[in-house]
Every structure is written in structure tokens, then in C-alpha cells.
């Protein structure tokens, strides 16, 4: 019985773990996460929280492509967190809405997952395949959680059962039946893995393009920015907190971002990048 009354996100959060942590009555800390100076996570804050939060904390944490700020947990800090992990005795909830948008293939976006179940730790696991299978508006996704043992499983299990009847009863059929009907058969599995990572390098190639056009651009205005360290985000999404001071600005151009500075590199292409890349950099010529 775990009678979790506070959850620990990292900061910044996903807006949407805020309001639903919120909603259902748990207290909500943060962690350090991203350092708004490096543009990147800040391990030592990161693991020095993790480290220093009560034993058996509940945390959740986005295994890839990281929203807002799309950045990756990196390998080799992994064995460190299952460490602390282990040794505080933390419930760890990993968020993957992004599977195969952080990394070239499939696997890599969830070895750190991968590694929990190979040390035999209990997770959960909130899996949503809205963008890795352009099913947005189907709310199609998994939940798993990992137990230690037959009889943990057991209990699990049936309180999921009668969470699931008093909250929705039975879930809706055709978007399990489209998602089954892909994963099972390897044909069609093959031709979305092959497809997703044609559609991860484009968004990867897009972002590449933007933040080149913007060294480009910044010139014409007299600017000095250096757009490099944003090169190595991941995901939809590129998040650059400089831009925050003119998302308001960038509308009058039609350019429309979240006001946090998080951009949708998913949207840029080779016939808008001149004009987005133009409009953003007159913009900061006039702050």
C-alpha cells in the first residue's frame, strides 16, 4: 500500500501533470530538471534531488523528447538513477508519449525503461500512440505497470479492474482494434517503424534547417544569438526560452507558439522557413 499523497514532477512541467495531479487532490513538488543557462538538464541538481527527496517518493518522469524543453535523459546517467531508485526505494511513473521521436529507433527511446525491468523493479508505465501512430484524436495509448511479484500482480490487477468499471466501464473498441491489427501483424508493424523513423529524421532535418536559417537571418538584424545548442533537441517541439519574450509579438506575423518559448519544428518546411526564420529574428531586433 503505497498511500501516495504527493507526486514529484520535474521542472519545468508538462502543464497537463500539473492539472491532473492538481485535480485529483495529491500535493505537488518539483525537481530540478533543465537548466534554463546550460539550455539542457542539469544532472547534478537532478540526481541531487532525486537523492534527497523522502524514501519511497512517487515520480514521473518522460522517458524521451521531454516537453516542454525535448531533451533526452542521456545513457550514462541511467545506472545512476536505478541506483537512487533502488536505494530510496522511489515509485518511479515514466510518461512516453514520444516513442521513436527521441532516438532512431524504437528501443532506444525506452532502454531506461528496459533497465528497470531488467533489475526487477516495479514501474509504471503511461504510454499514449496519439503522434507515433497519428491517432491524435483517438486517445489511443497503455497503461503498464511492472510488479515485483505473482501476488503483487494479483492485487494490482483488481484495483485497476474496479478503478476501470466505476471510471469509463469498458473502454472504446475501434482504436484497440486499429492498434492491434498494426502491431500484430509484421508487414504493416515493419511499415510503421519505417515510416515513423522516416517522419522522426524529417522533424529532425526541419529543426536543423530552422535554427541554421536563424543564424542566417540574425545577421540582417544585427543579432548574435548562438542557435547551435538548440541543434541537439529532440521531439516535435524545439524549446527556446528566448523566444517566450516575443510569442506575443509573433502572432501580428501569424506565428503562433506557446508563450513558455516552445516552438513546433513538426510545422516548419522548406517553403516557410525564410519568413518564420525572418519574422522571429525582426521581432528580437525589437525588444
Given at each position: 500500500m503505497l498511500n501516495v499523497e504527493t507526486l514529484y514532477v520535474t521542472n519545468p512541467p508538462y502543464i497537463n501533470h500539473v492539472n491532473m495531479i492538481e485535480s485529483r487532490g495529491f500535493n505537488l513538488k518539483y525537481i530540478n530538471f533543465f537548466d534554463y543557462n546550460l539550455i539542457d538538464?542539469?544532472?547534478?541538481?537532478?540526481?541531487?534531488?532525486?537523492?534527497?527527496?523522502?524514501n519511497g517518493s512517487?515520480?514521473?518522469?518522460?522517458?524521451?523528447?521531454?516537453?516542454p524543453c525535448s531533451v533526452n535523459i542521456e545513457e550514462k546517467y541511467f545506472d545512476e538513477i536505478?541506483?537512487?531508485v533502488l536505494h530510496k526505494k522511489h515509485v518511479i511513473i515514466f510518461d512516453i508519449a514520444y516513442q521513436g521521436f527521441g532516438h532512431t529507433n524504437l528501443e532506444e527511446d525506452v532502454l531506461l525503461i528496459r533497465k528497470f525491468e531488467e533489475k526487477n523493479i516495479a514501474f509504471s508505465v503511461c504510454q499514449?500512440?496519439?503522434?507515433?501512430?497519428?491517432?491524435?484524436?483517438?486517445?489511443?495509448?497503455?497503461?503498464?505497470?511492472?510488479?515485483?511479484?505473482?501476488?503483487?500482480?494479483?492485487?494490482?490487477?483488481?484495483?485497476?479492474?474496479?478503478?476501470?468499471?466505476?471510471?469509463?466501464s469498458s473502454p472504446v473498441i475501434h482504436t484497440n482494434r486499429i492498434l492491434c491489427q498494426l502491431l500484430n501483424n509484421q508487414n504493416l508493424k515493419l511499415n510503421w517503424i519505417k515510416e515513423l523513423s522516416q517522419l522522426s529524421q524529417r522533424i529532425t532535418n526541419n529543426r536543423i534547417l530552422f535554427f541554421n536559417k536563424l543564424e542566417t537571418y540574425q545577421k540582417k538584424y544585427n543579432l548574435n544569438y548562438d542557435w547551435n545548442v538548440y541543434k541537439k533537441q529532440r521531439g516535435l517541439f524545439s524549446f527556446v526560452p528566448l523566444l517566450a519574450k516575443i510569442a506575443e509579438h509573433l502572432k501580428t506575423h501569424h506565428i503562433y507558439i506557446i508563450n513558455n518559448g516552445r516552438i513546433n519544428v513538426s510545422g516548419i518546411t522548406k517553403n516557410n522557413v525564410d519568413y518564420i526564420a525572418d519574422k522571429i529574428c525582426l521581432s528580437l531586433s525589437q525588444i
Open positions: 538538464i542539469n544532472y547534478d541538481l537532478f540526481l541531487n534531488d532525486l537523492r534527497n527527496i523522502p512517487s515520480v514521473i518522469l518522460q522517458i524521451s523528447c521531454y516537453n536505478i541506483e537512487i499514449s500512440f496519439s503522434k507515433n501512430m497519428s491517432l491524435y484524436g483517438e486517445r489511443a495509448g497503455a497503461l503498464h505497470i511492472v510488479c515485483k511479484n505473482q501476488e503483487e500482480k494479483k492485487i494490482v490487477f483488481n484495483n485497476l479492474c474496479f478503478i476501470v468499471r466505476k471510471f469509463y
